[in-house]
Protein backbone atom coordinates (compact mmCIF):
# COMPACT_ATOMS: atom_id res chain seq x y z
CA UNK A 1 0.00 0.00 0.00
CA UNK A 2 2.52 2.55 1.08
CA UNK A 3 4.40 1.54 -2.22
CA UNK A 4 1.50 2.55 -4.32
CA UNK A 5 0.69 5.54 -2.52
CA UNK A 6 4.44 6.75 -2.88
CA UNK A 7 4.24 5.35 -6.54
CA UNK A 8 1.41 8.08 -6.85
CA UNK A 9 2.47 10.61 -5.32
CA UNK A 10 5.63 11.05 -7.35
CA UNK A 11 3.79 10.73 -10.66
CA UNK A 12 0.88 13.35 -9.24
CA UNK A 13 4.29 15.44 -7.80
CA UNK A 14 6.25 15.63 -11.33
CA UNK A 15 2.76 17.03 -13.05
CA UNK A 16 3.20 19.87 -10.55
CA UNK A 17 5.88 22.70 -9.64
CA UNK A 18 6.96 21.33 -5.96
CA UNK A 19 8.61 18.05 -6.55
CA UNK A 20 10.82 19.22 -9.92
CA UNK A 21 11.80 22.24 -8.12
CA UNK A 22 12.92 20.10 -5.34
CA UNK A 23 14.58 17.82 -7.74
CA UNK A 24 16.32 20.24 -9.38
CA UNK A 25 18.01 22.36 -6.03
CA UNK A 26 19.14 19.03 -4.95
CA UNK A 27 20.90 17.98 -7.71
CA UNK A 28 22.65 21.34 -7.77
CA UNK A 29 23.17 20.88 -3.99
CA UNK A 30 25.46 18.27 -4.05
CA UNK A 31 26.96 19.33 -7.11
CA UNK A 32 27.93 22.54 -5.70
CA UNK A 33 28.95 20.73 -2.48
CA UNK A 34 31.51 18.74 -4.27
CA UNK A 35 32.85 21.74 -6.46
CA UNK A 36 33.52 23.65 -3.14
CA UNK A 37 34.99 20.38 -1.87
CA UNK A 38 37.50 20.13 -5.04
CA UNK A 39 38.18 23.93 -4.68
CA UNK A 40 38.90 24.03 -0.67
CA UNK A 41 41.42 20.72 -0.82
CA UNK A 42 43.24 21.69 -3.90
CA UNK A 43 44.26 25.68 -2.73
CA UNK A 44 44.79 23.77 0.55
CA UNK A 45 47.26 21.32 -0.49
CA UNK A 46 48.44 23.40 -3.69
CA UNK A 47 48.71 27.05 -2.16
CA UNK A 48 48.17 26.89 1.66
CA UNK A 49 50.38 24.16 2.97
CA UNK A 50 52.98 25.59 -0.06
CA UNK A 51 53.85 28.25 2.30
CA UNK A 52 50.58 30.03 0.55
CA UNK A 53 49.33 31.01 3.47
CA UNK A 54 51.73 33.36 4.50
CA UNK A 55 52.31 35.38 0.82
CA UNK A 56 51.74 38.49 -0.44
CA UNK A 57 51.38 39.49 -4.24
CA UNK A 58 52.18 42.91 -5.01
CA UNK A 59 50.40 43.81 -8.71
CA UNK A 60 51.65 46.85 -10.77
CA UNK A 61 48.58 47.64 -12.28
CA UNK A 62 47.48 50.71 -10.77
CA UNK A 63 44.29 49.63 -10.95
CA UNK A 64 45.11 47.38 -7.81
CA UNK A 65 46.23 50.53 -6.41
CA UNK A 66 50.03 50.62 -7.41
CA UNK A 67 51.59 54.09 -7.75
CA UNK A 68 54.75 53.80 -10.53
CA UNK A 69 56.90 51.30 -11.92
CA UNK A 70 58.02 48.25 -9.77
CA UNK A 71 61.00 49.29 -10.11
CA UNK A 72 64.12 48.51 -7.60
CA UNK A 73 63.30 51.27 -5.53
CA UNK A 74 59.83 49.91 -5.11
CA UNK A 75 61.43 46.66 -4.49
CA UNK A 76 63.73 48.05 -1.76
CA UNK A 77 60.33 49.71 -0.07
CA UNK A 78 58.85 46.20 0.03
CA UNK A 79 61.89 44.58 1.83
CA UNK A 80 61.94 47.80 4.02
CA UNK A 81 58.41 47.12 5.58
CA UNK A 82 58.01 45.33 8.77
CA UNK A 83 56.97 41.31 8.53
CA UNK A 84 58.53 40.95 5.34
CA UNK A 85 60.66 38.09 5.02
CA UNK A 86 61.51 38.57 1.13
CA UNK A 87 60.33 40.06 -1.67
CA UNK A 88 61.45 38.40 -5.05
CA UNK A 89 60.91 40.41 -8.21
CA UNK A 90 59.12 38.50 -11.42
CA UNK A 91 60.79 39.23 -14.57
CA UNK A 92 58.78 37.63 -17.72
CA UNK A 93 59.67 36.55 -20.84
CA UNK A 94 60.08 33.12 -22.58
CA UNK A 95 62.25 30.23 -23.63
CA UNK A 96 62.00 27.80 -27.04
CA UNK A 97 64.03 24.90 -28.35
CA UNK A 98 66.36 26.44 -30.53
CA UNK A 99 66.83 25.98 -34.20
CA UNK A 100 68.03 22.35 -34.76
CA UNK A 101 67.26 21.08 -31.72
CA UNK A 102 66.54 17.48 -31.30
CA UNK A 103 63.11 17.96 -29.25
CA UNK A 104 60.21 19.01 -30.59
CA UNK A 105 59.65 22.87 -31.11
CA UNK A 106 58.11 23.91 -27.87
CA UNK A 107 57.66 27.50 -26.00
CA UNK A 108 57.25 28.28 -22.45
CA UNK A 109 57.31 31.13 -20.52
CA UNK A 110 59.13 31.80 -18.12
CA UNK A 111 58.88 33.48 -14.15
CA UNK A 112 60.88 34.41 -11.30
CA UNK A 113 61.53 31.34 -8.99
CA UNK A 114 59.90 32.71 -5.38
CA UNK A 115 57.39 35.05 -7.28
CA UNK A 116 54.80 32.83 -6.53
CA UNK A 117 54.01 29.75 -4.55
CA UNK A 118 56.15 27.08 -5.91
CA UNK A 119 54.10 24.47 -7.76
CA UNK A 120 54.55 20.47 -7.03
CA UNK A 121 57.64 18.81 -7.68
CA UNK A 122 57.32 15.45 -9.62
CA UNK A 123 61.28 14.92 -9.83
CA UNK A 124 64.48 16.27 -8.75
CA UNK A 125 64.32 19.07 -6.01
CA UNK A 126 64.54 22.75 -5.12
CA UNK A 127 66.13 23.45 -1.80
CA UNK A 128 67.61 26.41 -1.23
CA UNK A 129 66.08 27.85 -4.49
CA UNK A 130 67.28 28.07 -8.25
CA UNK A 131 70.88 28.81 -9.28
CA UNK A 132 72.04 30.71 -12.38
CA UNK A 133 71.17 28.75 -14.89
CA UNK A 134 68.79 26.85 -13.62
CA UNK A 135 65.53 25.98 -14.71
CA UNK A 136 62.27 23.99 -13.26
CA UNK A 137 60.05 23.23 -16.00
CA UNK A 138 56.51 21.09 -16.12
CA UNK A 139 57.33 17.04 -16.42
CA UNK A 140 55.11 17.22 -19.91
CA UNK A 141 54.81 20.14 -21.98
CA UNK A 142 53.92 20.40 -25.33
CA UNK A 143 55.16 16.69 -26.37
CA UNK A 144 58.36 16.85 -24.32
CA UNK A 145 59.26 14.78 -21.48
CA UNK A 146 61.16 16.87 -19.61
CA UNK A 147 61.90 14.46 -16.73
CA UNK A 148 63.83 12.13 -18.97
CA UNK A 149 66.32 15.36 -19.53
CA UNK A 150 66.47 15.94 -15.33
CA UNK A 151 69.97 17.05 -14.26
CA UNK A 152 70.65 17.44 -17.90
CA UNK A 153 71.77 21.13 -19.36
CA UNK A 154 70.04 21.58 -22.22
CA UNK A 155 70.43 24.68 -24.73
CA UNK A 156 67.12 27.32 -25.19
CA UNK A 157 66.74 29.80 -27.47
CA UNK A 158 65.40 33.34 -25.95
CA UNK A 159 64.42 36.49 -27.45
CA UNK A 160 67.30 39.50 -27.61
CA UNK A 161 66.93 42.77 -28.90
CA UNK A 162 69.78 43.36 -32.02
CA UNK A 163 71.47 46.79 -33.28
CA UNK A 164 69.44 48.86 -35.74
CA UNK A 165 72.02 48.71 -38.44
CA UNK A 166 69.96 48.79 -41.82
CA UNK A 167 70.38 51.89 -43.81
CA UNK A 168 67.39 54.15 -44.87
CA UNK A 169 65.45 53.18 -47.70
CA UNK A 170 65.88 55.31 -50.89
CA UNK A 171 63.19 57.47 -50.76
CA UNK A 172 64.27 58.55 -47.37
CA UNK A 173 68.02 58.98 -48.71
CA UNK A 174 66.41 61.20 -51.65
CA UNK A 175 64.46 63.15 -49.61
CA UNK A 176 65.71 65.85 -47.03
CA UNK A 177 61.93 66.18 -45.56
CA UNK A 178 62.07 62.28 -45.70
CA UNK A 179 65.70 61.85 -43.99
CA UNK A 180 64.65 64.44 -40.88
CA UNK A 181 61.32 62.18 -40.50
CA UNK A 182 62.99 59.41 -40.44
CA UNK A 183 65.37 60.49 -37.94
CA UNK A 184 62.70 61.82 -35.38
CA UNK A 185 60.94 58.26 -35.31
CA UNK A 186 62.20 55.56 -33.30
CA UNK A 187 62.76 52.77 -35.24
CA UNK A 188 62.06 49.39 -32.98
CA UNK A 189 64.83 47.20 -33.91
CA UNK A 190 64.49 43.73 -34.51
CA UNK A 191 64.57 40.56 -32.08
CA UNK A 192 67.00 37.95 -32.68
CA UNK A 193 67.64 34.19 -31.39
CA UNK A 194 70.36 33.87 -28.99
CA UNK A 195 70.50 30.47 -27.09
CA UNK A 196 71.01 30.09 -23.04
CA UNK A 197 72.17 26.65 -21.45
CA UNK A 198 70.30 25.86 -18.65
CA UNK A 199 70.02 22.79 -16.47
CA UNK A 200 67.03 20.71 -15.80
CA UNK A 201 67.06 20.63 -11.62
CA UNK A 202 63.16 19.75 -11.75
CA UNK A 203 60.13 19.10 -13.31
CA UNK A 204 56.95 20.16 -11.52
CA UNK A 205 53.34 18.54 -12.53
CA UNK A 206 52.15 19.32 -15.47
CA UNK A 207 48.65 19.58 -14.36
CA UNK A 208 49.77 23.00 -11.95
CA UNK A 209 48.77 26.02 -13.95
CA UNK A 210 48.07 28.26 -11.13
CA UNK A 211 50.80 30.89 -12.87
CA UNK A 212 49.77 30.93 -16.66
CA UNK A 213 50.35 27.48 -18.63
CA UNK A 214 53.62 26.10 -19.79
CA UNK A 215 55.73 27.74 -17.44
CA UNK A 216 59.30 27.73 -16.79
CA UNK A 217 60.62 29.04 -13.13
CA UNK A 218 64.57 30.70 -13.42
CA UNK A 219 66.10 32.30 -10.84
CA UNK A 220 65.98 35.93 -10.56
CA UNK A 221 68.54 37.04 -12.14
CA UNK A 222 68.07 34.93 -15.10
CA UNK A 223 65.00 35.78 -15.39
CA UNK A 224 65.81 39.39 -15.39
CA UNK A 225 68.43 38.68 -17.94
CA UNK A 226 65.96 37.40 -20.27
CA UNK A 227 63.21 39.90 -20.24
CA UNK A 228 66.05 42.78 -20.36
CA UNK A 229 67.54 40.97 -23.66
CA UNK A 230 64.11 41.27 -25.42
CA UNK A 231 63.88 45.02 -23.90
CA UNK A 232 67.07 45.99 -25.48
CA UNK A 233 68.75 46.97 -21.61
CA UNK A 234 70.98 45.41 -19.18
CA UNK A 235 68.72 43.49 -16.56
CA UNK A 236 69.97 46.66 -14.04
CA UNK A 237 68.51 49.38 -16.28
CA UNK A 238 65.31 47.18 -16.65
CA UNK A 239 64.80 46.81 -12.98
CA UNK A 240 65.51 50.59 -12.60
CA UNK A 241 62.99 51.66 -15.14
CA UNK A 242 60.42 49.25 -16.44
CA UNK A 243 60.71 47.36 -13.06
CA UNK A 244 59.07 43.60 -12.42
CA UNK A 245 55.76 42.27 -13.90
CA UNK A 246 54.50 41.72 -10.07
CA UNK A 247 56.60 41.31 -6.78
CA UNK A 248 56.17 38.32 -4.67
CA UNK A 249 56.72 38.50 -0.64
CA UNK A 250 57.05 36.19 2.19
CA UNK A 251 55.78 37.20 5.49
CA UNK A 252 57.26 36.52 8.52
CA UNK A 253 55.18 33.46 10.58
CA UNK A 254 55.12 35.69 13.45
CA UNK A 255 53.13 38.36 11.23
CA UNK A 256 49.35 38.42 9.91
CA UNK A 257 49.28 38.47 5.94
CA UNK A 258 46.53 40.63 5.80
CA UNK A 259 48.78 43.42 8.04
CA UNK A 260 51.65 43.14 5.97
CA UNK A 261 49.58 43.79 2.79
CA UNK A 262 47.41 47.20 4.55
CA UNK A 263 51.48 48.41 5.40
CA UNK A 264 52.20 47.99 1.94
CA UNK A 265 48.91 49.50 0.48
CA UNK A 266 49.70 52.69 2.49
CA UNK A 267 53.29 53.20 0.74
CA UNK A 268 51.42 53.59 -2.78
CA UNK A 269 51.39 49.46 -3.53
CA UNK A 270 48.53 47.08 -5.24
CA UNK A 271 49.28 44.12 -2.17
CA UNK A 272 46.72 40.99 -1.57
CA UNK A 273 47.28 38.06 0.44
CA UNK A 274 48.05 35.33 -2.61
CA UNK A 275 45.18 32.74 -2.00
CA UNK A 276 43.02 36.00 -2.08
CA UNK A 277 41.31 34.31 -5.54
CA UNK A 278 40.41 30.98 -4.35
CA UNK A 279 39.13 32.39 -1.21
CA UNK A 280 36.37 34.69 -3.24
CA UNK A 281 35.30 31.52 -5.55
CA UNK A 282 35.04 29.47 -2.76
CA UNK A 283 32.95 32.11 -0.93
CA UNK A 284 30.40 32.53 -3.90
CA UNK A 285 30.70 28.90 -4.81
CA UNK A 286 28.81 28.66 -0.99
CA UNK A 287 26.63 31.61 -1.37
CA UNK A 288 25.01 29.69 -4.20
CA UNK A 289 25.20 26.44 -1.86
CA UNK A 290 23.20 27.74 0.56
CA UNK A 291 20.88 29.40 -1.90
CA UNK A 292 20.17 25.75 -3.53
CA UNK A 293 19.76 24.43 0.45
CA UNK A 294 16.72 27.37 0.49
CA UNK A 295 15.23 26.26 -2.81
CA UNK A 296 15.48 22.66 -2.03
CA UNK A 297 13.47 23.38 1.40
CA UNK A 298 11.20 25.74 -0.03
CA UNK A 299 10.70 23.01 -2.49
CA UNK A 300 10.47 20.05 -0.18
CA UNK A 301 7.54 22.16 2.06
CA UNK A 302 5.72 22.44 -0.66
CA UNK A 303 5.57 19.00 -2.00
CA UNK A 304 4.80 18.08 1.28
CA UNK A 305 2.06 20.08 1.43
CA UNK A 306 0.26 19.11 -2.01
CA UNK A 307 1.13 15.63 -1.22
CA UNK A 308 -1.32 15.86 1.80
CA UNK A 309 -3.77 17.76 0.01
CA UNK A 310 -4.52 14.78 -2.13
CA UNK A 311 -4.91 12.22 0.16
CA UNK A 312 -8.35 11.99 1.62
CA UNK A 313 -9.37 13.44 4.88
CA UNK A 314 -10.12 10.55 7.04
CA UNK A 315 -6.29 9.37 6.20
CA UNK A 316 -3.93 9.08 9.39
CA UNK A 317 -1.51 12.11 9.72
CA UNK A 318 1.09 9.37 10.24
CA UNK A 319 0.73 8.04 6.58
CA UNK A 320 0.11 11.37 4.84
CA UNK A 321 3.58 11.84 6.75
CA UNK A 322 5.10 8.79 5.67
CA UNK A 323 4.02 8.78 2.18
CA UNK A 324 5.45 12.68 1.89
CA UNK A 325 9.14 11.75 3.21
CA UNK A 326 9.54 8.29 1.67
CA UNK A 327 8.57 10.01 -1.65
CA UNK A 328 11.39 13.15 -0.68
CA UNK A 329 13.50 10.57 -0.23
CA UNK A 330 12.81 8.50 -3.15
CA UNK A 331 13.52 11.54 -4.61
CA UNK A 332 16.54 13.31 -2.82
CA UNK A 333 18.73 9.97 -2.93
CA UNK A 334 19.36 9.94 -6.77
CA UNK A 335 19.20 13.58 -6.97
CA UNK A 336 21.98 14.12 -4.41
CA UNK A 337 24.21 10.81 -6.52
CA UNK A 338 23.64 12.79 -9.73
CA UNK A 339 24.80 15.84 -8.49
CA UNK A 340 28.31 14.56 -6.93
CA UNK A 341 28.72 12.82 -10.96
CA UNK A 342 27.90 16.42 -12.05
CA UNK A 343 30.54 17.92 -9.68
CA UNK A 344 32.96 15.15 -10.84
CA UNK A 345 32.26 15.76 -14.65
CA UNK A 346 33.15 19.07 -13.62
CA UNK A 347 37.09 18.11 -13.11
CA UNK A 348 38.96 18.86 -15.88
CA UNK A 349 37.10 22.38 -16.46
CA UNK A 350 37.94 23.19 -12.92
CA UNK A 351 41.18 22.25 -13.66
CA UNK A 352 41.91 24.39 -16.33
CA UNK A 353 40.31 27.29 -14.59
CA UNK A 354 42.06 26.85 -11.17
CA UNK A 355 45.49 25.77 -12.53
CA UNK A 356 45.04 23.21 -9.54
CA UNK A 357 45.80 19.83 -9.67
CA UNK A 358 41.98 18.02 -8.38
CA UNK A 359 41.81 14.48 -7.50
CA UNK A 360 37.99 12.86 -7.95
CA UNK A 361 38.42 12.31 -4.13
CA UNK A 362 38.09 15.42 -3.37
CA UNK A 363 34.95 16.44 -4.75
CA UNK A 364 33.55 13.92 -2.65
CA UNK A 365 31.39 16.62 -0.49
CA UNK A 366 31.71 16.10 3.29
CA UNK A 367 29.08 13.32 4.80
CA UNK A 368 27.02 16.23 6.56
CA UNK A 369 26.15 17.46 2.98
CA UNK A 370 25.51 14.10 1.63
CA UNK A 371 23.27 13.69 4.58
CA UNK A 372 21.17 17.23 4.17
CA UNK A 373 21.06 16.32 0.64
CA UNK A 374 20.01 12.98 1.24
CA UNK A 375 17.57 13.68 4.33
CA UNK A 376 15.99 17.02 4.32
CA UNK A 377 13.72 16.56 1.32
CA UNK A 378 12.03 13.94 3.46
CA UNK A 379 11.72 15.23 6.69
CA UNK A 380 11.06 18.84 5.38
CA UNK A 381 8.14 17.00 3.13
CA UNK A 382 6.94 15.70 6.20
CA UNK A 383 6.71 18.50 8.03
CA UNK A 384 4.67 20.02 5.11
CA UNK A 385 2.11 17.56 4.88
CA UNK A 386 1.73 17.78 9.13
CA UNK A 387 1.38 21.26 8.83
CA UNK A 388 -0.95 21.44 6.07
CA UNK A 389 -2.87 18.44 7.40
CA UNK A 390 -2.66 20.26 10.93
CA UNK A 391 -4.69 23.41 9.14
CA UNK A 392 -7.12 21.48 7.22
CA UNK A 393 -8.56 19.42 10.41
CA UNK A 394 -8.41 22.58 12.02
CA UNK A 395 -10.24 24.48 9.67
CA UNK A 396 -12.98 21.62 9.24
CA UNK A 397 -13.70 21.39 12.88
Known amino acids: MLKRAVSAALRSGFRSAPL ?16 SAGIQHATARDLLRAD ?14 TVGQLNTEKLEMVRSVPGVEWAVGDYVSSIRSPEGSPLPRFSLATHSWGSYVPPPITSGSVADGLGLGQV ?18 LRFAYSSEAEDTSPPSPD ?24 IELEIVATYDARWHADGPETAYLSPVTAAKLASAADGKTASLLRLTNGADRIGVMVEDSHDPEVVAERLREIGLGAFPLPLRERKMIATVDTWR ?8 VGAALFGVFAARRNRAEEPLPRVAGVAAVSGLAVAVPATVLGMLGALALRAPME ?14 SPVWILLGM ?7 AAGASVSRAGRRQRSA
Open 375 to 381: LLPALVA
Open 52 to 65: GAQRIVVSPLDSKG
Open 172 to 195: EASSEDGAEQAADIPRKPPLVSET
Open 290 to 297: YVALGGLL
Open 20 to 35: PVMLVFTFLLGTLAGV
Open 136 to 153: VVPSRSQGVDFTRHLGRT
Open 352 to 365: AFLGLRIDWWMLVP
